[in-house]
């Protein structure tokens, strides 16, 4: 009998422990549908890949688990607003999101009035920061990243004439776009620029013009959505000159509309898994490459393979420097973590991350790939840095 009473005192014990266990929330802001949800989808398995590693954080001297709260930007301005406004009630500590410039502005409205900070994983336009004191990001930005492949474009192509092709109302096309013009008129090279309306399909008339314009490099950043059907139209076309974008591209839609066609499709990007040089970086791939294997469901949010997008390594540093903030914080009050993050510091799989005044990652190299028609991978092509443009 006093066996049994012990078992029992000892199982009351372990579920009161448990019913007493500390849960510290961080948001999750992401596209999982619409234009930018696969993108969306390879950003949230970073994340959720870091979590499964690092399930708990000691905070003030309390072990916490972390609970992710995940929700659905759709990857539409007005949705993300309302999606933001669901993280804030449910009592985040803090954010992580989102893939998508446009989205990020929309949502960083709602932290800024809730004083919630949120960390950009690959959110590029200057205005994400710019516009909210309560927005960082791990992740380069548009004015380096547009300069990088118009010098590409220019030195390594020897384009003369370019064709820009963005989409209108989306913050982050129209702005990389403008940054890509404005570095390559700089170099030298002449522009012809154009816009198309979210849901265009058919991109016929657009590839046609830059062909009749005489045009020997297309620049079109834009979604993965817009890229496969631009790839696609611009081989049927049989266009000779590379048809390029920025990080979105860095995506097995765009290996998989490029695979047999005879076009050269090129992108800049954050991060490459083939690069051995970073120890914490081989780690990275290694076992995200074990854990996308071993769930099936996450190969299949991955786009099918195992291939490692900049966007998961990204979303793994975001959480990381997330988890830091939080222990610097001492606490889970929100403010307190905003009020912490500006010195966090991390040495992470996408490189040394630390902040500069405007909540900005003070990085400044990008990588650049081309899409392989054959095998239906990425190769790397090339890496530019800041000291590298001059």
């Known amino acids: 009998m006093k066996k049994v009473l012990a078992i029992v ?7 009161c422990s448990a019913a007493m266990a500390e849960t510290v929330k961080i948001g999750v802001f992401e596209p999982a549908s619409g234009d930018n949800g696969a993108g969306g989808k390879q950003e949230v398995l970073g994340i959720e890949y870091a979590n499964s590693l690092t399930p708990t954080v000691e905070i003030g001297g ?6 992710l709260v995940v929700v659905d930007n759709q990857s539409q301005t007005d949705k993300a607003v309302s999606a933001a406004q669901t993280l804030a009630s449910e009592g985040v500590s803090i954010v992580l999101g989102s893939y998508g410039s446009g989205v990020s502005m929309a949502g960083g409205d709602v932290f800024a009035e809730h004083q919630i900070p949120a960390i950009g994983c690959s959110c590029t336009n200057p205005s994400v920061t710019l516009l909210c004191d309560y927005y960082w990001r791990v992740c380069f930005l548009d004015p380096f990243q547009g300069t990088v492949m118009a010098n590409f474009a220019k030195e390594e192509k020897g384009a003369t004439k370019a064709y820009v092709l963005t989409q209108l109302g989306d913050d982050y096309s129209t702005g990389l ?19 198309f309306n979210e849901g265009n399909s058919d991109f016929t008339a657009f590839v046609t013009k830059a062909m009749n314009e005489g045009c020997d490099f297309m620049f079109a950043p834009s979604s993965t959505t817009s890229a496969s059907l631009i790839i696609d139209q611009a081989a049927s076309a049989n266009v000779t000159f590379p048809v390029t974008a920025g990080d979105t ?6 290996l998989d509309a490029a695979k047999g066609k005879n076009l050269e499709v090129y992108c800049s990007t954050f991060f490459d898994e083939k690069d051995e040089s970073s120890t914490v970086a081989a780690e990275f791939v290694s076992g995200f490459k074990g854990w996308l294997n071993a769930n099936p469901d996450k190969m299949t949010n991955n786009g099918g393979n195992d291939i490692v997008a900049a966007v998961s390594a990204l979303g793994f540093d975001a959480y990381n420097v997330a988890i830091e903030a939080l222990k610097a914080a001492g606490s889970t009050d929100s403010q307190a973590v905003a009020e912490a993050l500006p010195a966090v510091t991390l040495d992470g799989v996408t490189g040394s991350i630390s902040f500069d005044e405007n909540g900005d990652a003070k990085k400044d190299m990008a990588y650049i790939k081309q899409a392989n028609n054959e095998t239906g991978a990425f190769d790397f092509i090339k890496t530019q840095s800041v000291a590298d443009l001059g």
Do not use: C, H, R
């Open 9 to 15: 005192l000892a199982m009351m014990l372990v579920l």
């Open 62 to 67: 309390t072990t916490y688990d972390v609970e």
């Open 177 to 195: 776009g403008f940054y890509f013009q404005q570095a390559f008129e700089a170099l030298g090279g002449e522009v012809v620029a154009e816009t």
């Open 249 to 254: 591209w860095e995506s097995s839609v765009i």
